[in-house]
């Protein structure tokens, strides 16, 4: 049944060789109907549906969970591989369901040895398939970083254009709660600096959703880089974003401007983004500041053109990056401003709030002296602002 109504959800109708609006309509509607009976039956369903029923929203979880769903209906090529992401759903339910619904041949659980499973996802790359590599977490990738960097990232290059790598390396990065400097990382910048990746990373759930989607649908080695403490963060969306048929995924290279603003441009990506509009409500909210959110949610390619646009017409910019400052993304988007005409625009040097420059502590209360807060973001607005 699940199936059925994933068929009719994922494939637009057809009549004479041609979509046919009305009748994708109809079926959309009926998609969601059948969703909902099966929900009130206690029925499988992908994890969004029942988020959505229950409250009108849907967390970051459950829209990597449908796009799975999707994803697979779509393209048969698709598969799943990781530690544990089969009988046990996943270790953050990401893959909730689907190897019920897919069996083996498609949601895979492997051994314990991240360099072997991604040697495996190239291999199957290069052969035609188009493989889903996840990571228990990013910290976990440099044990497979040869892989990723030399194997799926530099073949096309190597081989002059002839050999495309259809891979998409995806699991949380950054810092969690409480689990120490070893699986609490932000590898935003070690990832983007490497010619031959496409590198995401994701905030919400539109993020979620259409970079994902962009991802397995590249020919090229991409990384969708996630949150752990996000992905049980809500977002409303209504009926329509559940359309898969007419929900496009993002282009690769391009910002998302979160919200206009004519005084100050606060940029930033992944889970920062939530800070950065939490300390633009601040700002407008205490001092009437207007301040312009850009979500980088492109590290590579970045999109230069936005930030510089942006710059040009706000003419201050804070940055905000969960990572280290020393080569951070911040680092190269300062470079940009500098570079480019951006900084004839410029009022004020650009601010940048980056985590501190130490190894993660263990204990809650220090690992929140370490990460950037919103009263952080807040002070570097107002020393550029001259407030």
């Known amino acids: 049944m699940l199936s059925r109504m994933l068929n009719k959800a994922v494939r637009p ?24 009976l099966a929900v009130d039956k206690n029925q499988a369903v992908p994890t969004a549906f029942t988020e959505y029923f229950s409250d009108g929203h849907v967390t970051v979880r459950g829209a990597l969970n449908l796009t799975l769903y999707e994803e697979f209906e779509r393209d048969p090529l698709l598969f799943l591989l990781g530690e544990e992401v ?73 081989s002059g254009g002839t050999i495309n790598v259809p891979i998409t390396f995806r699991g949380p990065n950054g810092a969690a709660k409480a689990v120490g400097a070893q699986h609490s990382q932000d590898f935003s910048s070690w990832y983007s600096q490497c010619p031959g990746l496409k590198v995401t990373a994701v905030y919400d759930v539109e993020d979620a959703r259409q970079l994902f989607k962009a991802c397995i649908r590249d020919p090229d080695p991409c990384l969708l880089l996630e949150n752990e403490m996000m992905y049980g963060a809500k977002f409303a969306v209504n009926d329509e974003w559940f359309n898969a048929a007419e929900y496009a ?17 606060i940029a930033s990506h992944g889970r920062m983004v939530q800070f950065a509009l939490d300390a633009a409500k601040e700002l407008e909210s205490t001092y009437g500041v207007s301040v312009e959110v850009i979500n980088n949610r492109t590290l590579r390619p970045f999109d230069r053109d936005t930030n510089i646009e942006s710059v040009k017409k706000t003419h201050r910019l804070v940055y905000v990056e969960e990572g280290w400052p020393q080569c951070g993304v911040a680092a190269e988007v300062c470079a940009i401003m500098m570079e480019s005409e951006a900084f004839n625009f410029l009022d004020a040097p650009v601010e940048r709030v980056c985590g501190i420059d130490v190894p993660m502590p263990y204990c809650p209360n220090l690992e929140e002296m370490v990460l950037p807060s919103v009263k952080d973001i807040v002070s570097a607005a107002k020393r550029t602002l001259s407030l």
């Open 13 to 36: 109708a057809m009549s004479g060789g041609a979509v046919c609006a009305n009748t994708r309509t109809r079926q959309f509607s009926t998609v969601l109907d059948e969703m909902r």
């Open 86 to 158: 089969a009988q046990y759903n996943g270790a953050y339910k990401i893959s909730k369901g689907l190897w019920d619904k897919y069996g083996d041949s498609r949601v895979i659980d492997t051994p314990i040895t991240e360099m072997g499973f991604t040697g495996v996802g190239i291999g199957a790359a290069l052969n035609g398939l188009h493989p889903i590599v996840e990571f228990m977490s990013f910290n976990f990738s440099m044990q497979a970083i040869d892989q990723v960097v030399n194997s799926a990232g530099k073949l096309r290059y190597m």
């Open 249 to 265: 995924p993002a282009t690769i290279g391009k910002a998302r401007i979160m919200k206009s603003g004519t005084d100050l441009t």
